[in-house]
Nanobody, 115 residues
């Protein structure tokens, strides 16, 4: 059974940091590119960051560049999103995604940034 389990969300003040984790199982993690998406209330889900299967290429949406860092640990079947200098507009449910011809999604973890 494929599972993507996110953790690390929570409530933080503006300027604070959180590290999200996504633990994967049930598929060959090394083969998959991984990504983080988020969905704010009343808005569509948007891509935040992604990383290639071996971790040598990364992408960040403009609004998080310089503040967020994605990393992938193939030995632990886990992808991380380090989020620094958080802003209220970063609030939303953060979802982990695995992509390699097929796409898998986690259930999401809530991130709330207070001003």
């Amino acid at each position: 059974e494929v599972q993507l389990v996110e953790s690390g969300g929570g409530l933080v003040q503006a300027g604070g940091s959180l590290r999200l984790s996504c633990a994967a199982s049930g598929f060959t993690f090394d083969d998959y590119g991984m990504g983080w998406f988020r969905q704010a209330p009343g808005k569509e889900r948007e891509g935040v960051s992604c990383i290639s299967s071996v971790g040598d290429n990364t992408y960040y949406t403009d609004s998080v560049k310089g503040r967020f860092t994605i990393s992938k640990d193939n030995a632990k079947n886990t992808v991380y999103l380090q989020m620094n200098n958080l802003k209220p507009e970063d609030t939303g449910v953060y979802y982990c995604n695995a992509e390699y011809g097929v796409s898998y999604w986690g259930q999401g973890t809530q991130v709330t940034v207070s001003s």
